[in-house]
C-alpha cells in the first residue's frame, strides 16, 4: 500500500491504537493493523466493522457501575443520532442542561434518573437518522382512543 502523503511504501503491523476519533480519551483498540510509511512517519489505521464497534464501545459505557462522564453523555448522545437540542427534547430538560452535562469544566453531572434514562435508551434503541422529534415539541391535546388488538398475531383490530 502506497503513502498519501508521500508515495513511499507503507509497513503494516498487528498493535494497538489509542481511539480518541470516538470523542473518548479512554478507548484503546487492541489487534488493529496499523500502516506506517518509513519515509514520511504517516501512519493509519485499519478499524474494520466501525458500526459494530462503537455499539460495542456504547454497551460497555452503560454496563459501567460509574456515573457518566461528559465524553461518554456526548458519546451516547452522538451514537444514538441526536443533535443536542433534540436530545434535550427526548431527556425532558433544556438545551443549556444537556450542553453543562456534556461540558467537563461546567462540573454539572447528570442527575441519577437522567443516567439511568440515557442507559434505557441506549440499551433498547439503534442509532437512528430520522427520528420523529417533532412528536416531542408539542404535546398532544387529542384524547387518547382504546387500542383493540386482534388475536393470535396481535395486529391491530379495525373497529
Known amino acids: 500500500m502506497k503513502c498519501v502523503n508521500c508515495g513511499g511504501t507503507m509497513k503494516a503491523v498487528t498493535g494497538t491504537h489509542r481511539y480518541t476519533e470516538s470523542g473518548l480519551s479512554s478507548v484503546t483498540l487492541v489487534g488493529v493493523v496499523v ?14 466493522r466501525v458500526e459494530t464497534l462503537h455499539k460495542m464501545i456504547a454497551r460497555a459505557i452503560i454496563k459501567s457501575p ?5 465524553e461518554e453523555i456526548r458519546y451516547l448522545r452522538k451514537w444514538l443520532g441526536y ?22 469544566e461546567a462540573a454539572f453531572p447528570m442527575a441519577p434518573t437522567a443516567d439511568k434514562l440515557l442507559r434505557v435508551l ?6 437512528v437518522d430520522k427520528y420523529p422529534i417533532d412528536l416531542l415539541k408539542t404535546p398532544t391535546k387529542a384524547k387518547a382512543e382504546p ?13
Open 35 to 48: 500502516r506506517t510509511c518509513p519515509d514520511c512517519g504517516e501512519r493509519e489505521i485499519s478499524i474494520p
Open 66 to 70: 460509574s456515573a457518566l462522564t461528559p
Open 83 to 104: 443533535a443536542s437540542a433534540d436530545f434535550a427534547l427526548v431527556m425532558g430538560v433544556r438545551p443549556e442542561t444537556v450542553s453543562r452535562w456534556e461540558n467537563k
Open 122 to 127: 441506549v440499551a433498547t434503541r439503534e442509532p
Open 147 to 159: 387500542l383493540r388488538l386482534r388475536a393470535p398475531d396481535w395486529k391491530r383490530a379495525v373497529s
